[in-house]
C-alpha cells in the first residue's frame, strides 16, 4: 500500500513524561448495542453519553433505516423502537467497517416487513458473516447472499421470525452469538443458539450481551458452556449512560507506559464487562504501576519510560481487540514478548497480525508473526512510515510507538473516526 504525503500524520513524541488526566468518549460495543435494543424495545429509550463516531453512526442511521427514531443532535440520543406493524420498508443499510452493524442489524431487519440490502466498505467484504446468514435462515428469515456468505446481502423481512434452535460455529467472532442473542427475544419461540467448534474468541462480549439483555428483564439461559437460550418476550426500554471505551484508554495508557508518565482515565467502572479492563492486568505485568485513585483509573509508567517496560507472555484470545496496543508496547520492550490466542484477529477491520508484523517490522521491531499470534524481541526502532490499513487500532499502535520513536509517519490517522471522534487532535493535545 502506498501512502500520499497528505496522508500522513508525524506521530507527536513525548519528549517529557507525560501527566494527564482524560476524559474518553462512550464505549462502541455498549453503545451499538444500547441502540439495537432501545429499538427493539417496549418503549422510548434513551441512550445517554452515547459514543458519537463511525460505527455508532452508522448503527443509528441503519436502525433509522429500518424505521426506529434515533435523535443524534445532543450527547444523549433519544431512540423511538421499531413498529413491527408500519408500512414495508424498502431499506438500505451501509455497514462500513464495523462488524456490530454488519452482524447485530441483519437478525433485526427479519422483524420489520421489506427489502434490506445491506454493503459496506470495501474490505467488509472479506470480514466474516456467513454463519449468521445460515443461523437467520435456519430460524426462518428468507436472505439472498448470492451464495457467498458474505456482504453484499439482502433479507427480506417479514416483521415476525419464527425463531428456535440454532447451531453455528462461532470461532471466527463472538458478534455471531450475540447478533442471535440481541434480537432472539423479539422471535415467536425466542432463540436457543449453540456453538460447535473451536473456542469462541472475545467471550467478554457475550458476557455484555447478557447483562445487557437480563437488565432489560430478558430471560437468557447460560447455564451451559456454548449455549445460549433466550426466551420470547418484551425488551424493557432503558434511559442508560454508556461508560467510557476501555478499549480505546489503552493507546491513552500505553502513553504513561513509553514516557515513564501518569495517565488518568475518569470514570472507570468499578465493574464492567468491557474487554479493555483487561489492560489493568496487562500494564502492570510490563511493569506498570496501575491503581484506582478519585477521580479513575491511574497508570503510571517505569521510571525510565518504555526501555523499563517487561515483555508480555499472553493468551489475549478474551481480549483480542487491545492486540494491536499491547503488540506496540512490546515492540518497544526491553525484553521478549509473545502474544498468543489471537488467530482471530486476522478477521478483524484487517488482518492484525499480518499488518503488525509488517508495520512493526518495518520500524525495525523483530517480530516473528505465528498462525495464531506475534513473538516481539527487543530491538531498536526508527522513524518511517506506519501504514494503518483502514484500521483505527493499527492506528493506535503506530501513534504509541511514534511517542517513543521520532520520526514514525502514522497514514490516515484519521481512520480513527471509527471509534473515536478527532483521535489525533485529542493525542496531540496531550504531547
Ligand atoms: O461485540 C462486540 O462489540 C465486539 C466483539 C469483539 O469481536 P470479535 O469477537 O470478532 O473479536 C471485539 O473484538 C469487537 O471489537 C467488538
Ligand atoms: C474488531 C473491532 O471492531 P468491529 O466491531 O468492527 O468488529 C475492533 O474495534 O477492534
Not at 449455549?227 to 500505553?254: K, M, Q, Y
Not at 483509573?297 to 494491536?324: I, N
Amino acid at each position: 500500500m502506498t501512502a500520499t504525503h497528505a496522508d500522513l500524520w508525524l506521530a507527536p513524541v513525548a519528549t517529557a513524561p507525560v501527566d494527564a488526566v482524560v476524559s474518553l468518549p462512550g464505549s462502541k460495543s455498549l453503545t451499538n448495542r444500547a441502540l439495537v435494543l432501545a429499538a427493539l424495545a417496549d418503549g422510548p429509550s434513551v441512550v445517554r453519553r452515547a459514543l458519537r463516531s463511525r460505527d455508532t453512526e452508522l448503527m443509528a442511521r441503519a436502525l433509522t433505516a429500518l424505521g426506529a427514531q434515533v435523535d443524534t443532535s445532543g450527547p444523549d440520543w433519544a431512540v423511538t423502537p421499531l413498529d413491527p406493524a408500519a408500512a414495508a420498508v424498502e431499506a438500505e443499510v451501509d455497514c462500513g467497517l464495523a462488524g456490530t452493524v454488519m452482524r447485530f442489524v441483519p437478525p433485526v431487519a427479519g422483524l420489520v416487513r421489506g427489502t434490506v440490502a445491506f454493503d459496506g466498505d470495501p474490505h467488509m467484504r472479506n470480514r466474516p458473516v456467513g454463519e449468521v446468514l445460515g443461523a437467520l435462515t435456519a430460524l426462518g428469515m428468507t436472505i439472498d447472499d448470492g451464495g457467498r456468505g458474505s456482504l453484499p446481502f439482502t433479507v427480506a423481512g417479514e416483521g415476525r421470525v419464527p425463531g428456535g434452535t440454532v447451531v453455528i460455529d462461532a470461532s471466527a467472532s463472538s458478534q455471531f452469538v450475540s447478533a442471535l442473542l440481541l434480537a432472539g427475544a423479539r422471535y415467536e419461540r425466542g432463540v436457543d443458539v449453540r456453538h460447535d467448534g473451536k473456542p469462541i474468541p472475545s467471550l467478554p462480549h457475550i458476557e455484555m450481551t447478557i447483562a445487557m439483555l437480563r437488565d432489560r428483564g430478558v430471560e437468557v439461559d447460560d447455564a451451559d458452556a456454548n449455549r445460549w437460550a433466550v426466551t420470547p418476550g418484551p425488551i424493557a426500554a432503558r434511559d442508560e449512560a454508556v461508560e467510557p471505551d476501555l478499549s480505546n484508554a489503552a493507546p491513552f495508557l500505553a502513553l504513561a507506559a513509553v514516557s515513564g508518565g501518569a495517565v488518568t482515565v475518569r470514570d472507570w467502572p468499578e465493574s464492567t464487562t468491557q474487554a479493555g479492563d483487561a489492560l489493568r492486568d496487562l500494564l502492570a505485568q510490563m511493569g506498570c504501576t496501575v491503581e484506582r485513585v478519585e477521580a479513575g483509573l491511574r497508570v503510571t509508567g517505569p521510571a525510565d519510560g518504555h526501555r523499563g517496560l517487561v515483555g508480555l507472555d499472553a493468551d489475549l484470545h478474551d481480549v483480542g481487540e487491545l492486540a494491536p496496543a499491547v503488540a506496540a508496547l512490546c515492540a518497544l520492550a526491553s525484553t521478549p514478548s509473545h502474544l498468543r490466542g489471537i488467530a482471530h484477529i486476522r478477521g478483524h477491520e484487517t488482518d492484525r497480525l499480518a499488518a503488525l508484523a509488517t508495520e512493526l517490522g518495518a520500524l525495525g521491531a523483530d517480530v516473528t508473526e505465528h498462525p495464531d499470534g506475534l513473538e516481539l524481541r527487543p530491538a531498536r526502532l526508527s522513524g518511517g512510515v506506519f501504514h494503518t490499513y483502514a484500521d483505527h487500532r493499527m492506528a493506535h499502535a503506530g501513534v504509541i510507538v511514534g511517542a517513543a520513536v521520532s520520526g514514525v509517519l502514522v497514514e490516515d490517522v484519521a481512520t480513527t473516526s471509527k471509534t473515536f471522534p478527532d483521535f489525533a487532535g485529542f493525542w496531540a493535545a496531550l504531547l
